[in-house]
């Protein structure tokens, strides 16, 4: 059996107002870090998070969100997006930023491990993960 | 004169600005920053709070935590006002006082 688990990041606060999302990012990282296989998922306000054209000059906080196009280069293979919550937020995929992904052995590779998911497939995926960190 | 009423939650999140629409009187003024920015957007499930709000009272946004969020100037809802930190400073002296809706 593989020591390796479906590791799942649920975030579902937005960017800035409080510190969930950038401590989300940061364990996203140890996560990968450690080898395990990292999944996203981005739900209420935490569609937020993925939003190009973050500026944070005027608050004077580090704008984090060029980190999010790295993460396939952390091996982070897939990044999910509910669907529902970007529907009432008045998004769309083209609102979101684009995380390419390579695999460095087989160079096999993903234009975009973003992807707008559903209701039914979120609660599939996550009841598949053998672990859950919610943000 | 009168107040002005702060809400730095999201309108998806919380309810804090559901509570300011409620318990604010016509006339006064709403000011929304940090994550309450979000409300100031049109075309999402909570545009209709402010737009009608505005029909009685100005609504005002910080136009720097706008940017932060990467949020850009023609979703804003018509008629909301964007102010900087200096609007911010000249909004709280010209009204009676601050209520934060937090």
Same mark, same amino acid.
């Not at chain 1, 790295?70 to 529902?84: A, F, N, P, S």
């Not at chain 2, 709000?53 to 979703?75: H, I, M, N, Q, T």
């Given at each position: ?135 | 004169?009168?107040?002005?009423? &702060? ?11 559901? &509570? ?12 929304? +920053?940090?994550?309450?920015? +979000?409300?100031?957007? $049109?075309? &999402? ?14 609504? +005002? ?6 940017? $932060? ?15 900087? +930190? ?17």
């Amino acid at each position: 059996m593989s020591d390796k688990k479906q590791f799942m990041f649920l975030n579902r606060r937005a960017p800035y107002g409080t510190i969930y999302a950038w401590e989300s990012l940061e364990v996203v990282l140890i996560a990968a870090a450690f080898e395990q296989a990292v999944s996203l998922a981005f739900i209420d306000d935490g569609v937020y998070q993925l939003v190009t054209g973050q500026d944070t000059t005027g608050i004077g906080m580090k704008n984090f969100s060029p980190t999010y196009k790295t993460l396939g280069d952390y091996e982070v293979r897939h990044m999910y997006v509910d669907k529902e919550s970007l529907e009432a937020r008045g998004l769309t995929a083209d609102d979101l930023v684009v995380v390419p992904w390579e695999d460095w052995e087989t160079e096999e590779t993903v234009d975009n491990i973003v992807e707008v998911v559903d209701s039914d497939q979120l609660a599939e995926l996550i009841e598949q993960s053998d672990v859950v960190f919610s943000f | 004169m009168s107040d002005l009423h &702060t809400v730095n939650k999201s309108p998806f999140e919380k309810n804090s600005l559901d &509570t300011c629409l409620r318990l604010s009187k016509a006339g006064s003024s709403i000011l929304l +920053y940090e994550d309450g920015v +979000y409300a100031a957007l $049109a075309g &999402t499930a909570a545009s209709g709070k402010i737009a009608g709000a505005l029909a009685d009272r100005k609504v +005002y946004v910080l136009e720097p935590d706008y940017r $932060a969020r990467g949020l850009k100037s023609d979703r804003l809802i018509e008629g909301v006002e964007m102010v900087d +930190y200096a609007g911010f400073v000249d909004l709280v002296e010209s009204c009676d006082k601050v209520q934060a809706w937090v």
